[in-house]
Structures are given as structure tokens and as C-alpha cells.
């Protein structure tokens, strides 16, 4: 099978940091999948549990997130900007065009999802587009199409995979111990308890590594954005924007939207959480905007990227 190839610029860090992070997160599942073998005495529920929310989530990740965040699919006669930047967008970097769609929310913020660049979907909110002027937008709209064309949203989505298996064997071991046996005695105990230790460790050790992933993406995806569209003062000025209005939305939409955070332009953080960096799927937004100032004075971009642009 052959690899898309498109002409976002290639990036041999975020390539090797995701090689590396997949290779020890697949060495973690299968010693994960072997100590629940040895425990739980079940190979057959543990691969069947696995490979179903596996298939699941990766096959239908795009349909998720669509329904999740109250998104649709819209036509180029529905939002002709939209359709039209995506379009300039990827005839610049010689990519497929994903399916666009809209979300009917004031949350300023978008997001890529899909398992590959055929089944690739962008959404944008209607907050967004509003908060906007179209190069900032199209800044925005490049950083999601350099998700889709590193593959970021499946090795995402499969990186995140061991955090819900793990939670759900916890959950599996709990009503077999509680409910499966007639007697409870002190092996039993002791089963219980290292499946529940095991689940825990996993669960820790896989939310760092994806956390450390996720973050360095991020940064991947800004250069990308601001190489492919020569203007990283715009993508600045859109991180200004939106990171600064997301604190005034309402909270149920905040609430709606923190699940899919590690898919977001800009994190959905509520009030009270802009301090929580250590463990965040993105980087802060001063890191970012260095980042697009160094890259600006690199092109040697009139007016800068730093947040006096915005």
C-alpha cells in the first residue's frame, strides 16, 4: 500500500517521537494483554474486549466526534469560504480533500478526525468562523490538514486506546471478583488486586507518553501550517483569538468539548484549569507563539508572529 505523500513539510522529530511512542505503548499493550491472560484465565474475552474497542474507535472515530460535537457534513454551496480555503489549502500541499462540516457552536475551536486521509473529516465551529478573518482561518485549517497528513489522529487514537482498555478490564475484574465466584478467599484477593495495580500502571504510563506525544504534535502542526501558507503571524494571531475567548464560553459547551481535547486546535480549558500545563495535550500558548515568532523571523515575515500581531 502506498503512503500519501503531500508537500506539508516532512518533520523527522515528530516521525521518530511517534515511532518511538508507538513502539513502547505497543510494548506496553502486549505485556498489558498477556498479564490479563495470566489473570483473568480468559484469552479469548480479553482479544475479543480489545480488538472490538480497538476496531471501534478507529473505524468510527470521525462519526463519533461528529455527533459528539453536534457537527455536519456541508456543501461547498452551504460555505463557500470554507470549501474555498480547504480547497487552496490542499491543491498547495497535493493532498486528498477531506469531507468538511460545521459545528453549531460558540466554542471558537476545530478539529481533524477520521483513520486516514481518505476518511479524513475537518470541522470547523461557527464560533470560529465568526471570531476570524480568512488568513487566520486558513493558519487554523493548515494545522488540521498537517494532522491528517501525518496521520496524527490515528496514532492518537490508537495511543489512547490502552487508557479506556485498561479501564475497562478494571471494571471487568471488579464484577468478576464481585459477582463470578461463590466464595471469595484469599487468591482471589490477591488476583483482584494485581489486575486492578497492572490496569492503574498501564493507565499512568500510557497517559505520559500520549500527553508528551500530543503536545510535541502540536508544535509540528503550527510549523507545518505556517511553512505551507508562508504566514505564521496569522496562525498567532488565531491562537491569540481563540485561546483568549474560549474563557467566556458557557460551561456546558466546555463540558461537551474537554473529551476531545488532544483533536482540538486549542484546547477547551474551563475556568480555573489554564494552569494545569503539566499534563495538557497541547503546549501552553506562549510556547507556541515563540515557536511562530522564531519561524516568522526565519521567513523573514514582515509584522512578526509574536501576539502583537493579533
Known sequence: MMAMRSRFEPDRQLTARMA?????????????????IVLLKSVVLVVVIAAALLGAQYWYSDRIALYAMRGRLVTPEEQPRLHGIVDRL???ADMPKPR???????????FATGRNADHAVVCVT??????????ELEGVLAHELSHVAHRDVA??????FLGVIAGLIVRFAFYS????????????AVVFLAVMAVSALVYAVSFLLIRALSRYRELAADRAAAMLTAKPSALASALTKVSGDIARI??????????FNAFFFTPALGPGTAAANLFSTHPTLERRLEALAELSAELGEAGGGGPDSA
Request: aromatic share 6%; hydrophobic share 50%.
Open 250 to 259: 458557557p460551561t456546558r459547551d466546555l463540558r461537551t468539548a474537554q473529551a
Open 90 to 92: 490542499c491543491a498547495n
Open 100 to 110: 468538511v462540516a460545521v459545528s453549531d457552536m460558540d466554542l471558537p475551536n476545530a
Open 155 to 160: 496514532v492518537i487514537t490508537i495511543a489512547s
Open 20 to 36: 518511538v511512542t508507538m513502539f513502547l505503548l505497543g510494548l506496553l499493550y502486549v505485556a498489558f494483554v498477556a498479564a490479563l
Open 177 to 188: 471478583q464481585l459477582f463470578g465466584r461463590g466464595q471469595r478467599d484469599q487468591n482471589t
Open 126 to 135: 461557527t464560533g470560529l468562523m465568526r471570531r476570524l478573518e480568512t488568513e
